[in-house]
């Protein structure tokens, strides 16, 4: 059978282009672990004149429950999905849309696939922040949603158990595409300023939605050595829910990521997802020293982040392949015992004449 997928607009222009391509691995790579085999290939259609991303699903995998399961999941947390269709059969085209090529065309009869609600919040808590350097939110879910599926845990990613950190945070994206999710959030920058900006963010959008919440600021001392400051949340939708802890929380710690685990326990992440200093605007900056290559950062930070990450957890780190080519990445990622996965699928894309971006997927055996 075939599913019809409309790819959501993108605000990103050049992002936008590679939208349908970048679908296309995503729901593979999301699919061959949630549902291995039921996916055949995709391909792109116009049918109506629409681009639609086809997804040719095996009948057999279709008529189990757990397939529409999986696949209405992967559908609903895909950044780049608007509506999908299943095609039940096909009708022939009105005659004035005949052309002399095709003298009988035929339409497809899509019928729209309901898909689970995933988002607990307005879009505003992704789209109100704006600033350079930020990551995009699309790129932001994509990378979230693999890394749920490269640790196995697209379950605990539905049921908001997940827990993820992301150890160079800056101003929130991923932490706020977690909460959006209904996850429990943590993250780590070392830049002071983006800490307060988040802070600040999150405190009015939280009010201004009347969702219960707490916050509170405190040193990050650890034998008596002062190494940063923490940011704690904790937000409900309900008093009820509030009462009940089935609350969210979210940590923001300002310290230096390569040595996140004297603060964080070890094995406290499920997924590790990062946007990597590009070595361009931001440049990495370790310990104190303001590094060019974020290879760099890596090396000394993926002792501790694989410490902190748990057995069969995975890290899905975008990287800019001009100053952390893929090769590069590979290695120090297996230098450091995790096992890289995902190769063949490709989700390189350019994000301006300096960011040739690409993702590294990686698990911890
Ligand atoms: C590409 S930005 C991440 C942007 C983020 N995803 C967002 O949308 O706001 C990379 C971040 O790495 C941080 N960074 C670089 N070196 C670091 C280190 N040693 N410890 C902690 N953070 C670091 C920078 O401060 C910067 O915010």
Not at 190 to 205: I, M, V
Not at 270 to 299: C, E, T
């Amino acid at each position: 059978m075939r599913i019809n997928v409309l790819i959501a607009p993108s605000t990103n222009r050049v992002y936008g282009l590679d939208a349908p391509r970048l679908a296309a691995a995503e729901l593979a790579f999301v699919l061959n672990e949630s549902s291995p085999g039921a996916l055949i290939g995709t391909s792109g259609v116009r049918e109506a004149g629409l681009e639609f991303l086809a997804l040719d699903i095996d009948e057999e995998a279709w008529e189990r429950e757990e397939t529409q399961r999986a696949l209405g999941y992967a559908l609903a947390f895909s950044p780049h999905v608007f509506a999908a269709f299943e095609e039940v059969g096909r009708m022939p085209a009105p005659t004035e849309e005949r052309s002399y090529v095709d003298e009988s065309p035929t339409l497809p009869l899509l019928q729209p696939i309901p898909l689970p609600e995933v988002d607990l919040y307005p879009s505003t808590l992704l789209s109100t922040l704006k600033y350079q350097g930020k990551t995009n939110e699309q790129f932001t879910a994509l990378l979230l949603h693999l890394a749920a599926h490269a640790a196995g845990r697209g379950e605990a990613l539905r049921d908001g158990s997940l827990r993820v950190l992301d150890p160079v945070a800056g101003r929130g994206t991923t932490l706020n595409q977690a909460l959006m999710w209904g996850l429990s959030p943590v993250g780590v920058d070392l830049d002071k300023k983006d800490a307060e900006l988040y802070r600040a963010f999150l405190t009015a959008w939280m009010r201004e939605n009347k969702l219960k919440h707490t916050t509170s600021e405190t040193k990050l001392t650890i034998n008596k050595k002062a190494l940063g400051k923490h940011f704690h949340a904790e937000l409900a939708r309900s008093k009820s829910e509030q009462r009940e802890g089935r609350g969210q929380i979210l940590e923001l710690y300002t310290a230096d990521s390569t040595g996140i685990d004297v603060f964080l326990r070890a094995r406290s992440a499920d997924v590790i997802v990062a946007d990597l200093p590009y070595g361009v605007q931001h440049g990495a900056k370790v310990g104190a020293h303001l590094s060019r290559s974020p290879l760099d950062l890596l090396r000394n930070a993926l002792p501790a982040w694989t410490r902190v990450l748990a057995r069969g957890g995975a890290m899905a780190l975008a990287h800019n392949r001009h100053t952390t080519p893929a090769e590069d990445m590979r290695a120090i990622l297996e230098e450091h015992g995790l096992v890289t996965i995902g190769e063949e699928m490709s989700f390189r894309h350019r994000v301006d004449a300096s960011i040739d971006r690409d993702i590294a997927l990686a698990r911890k055996a």
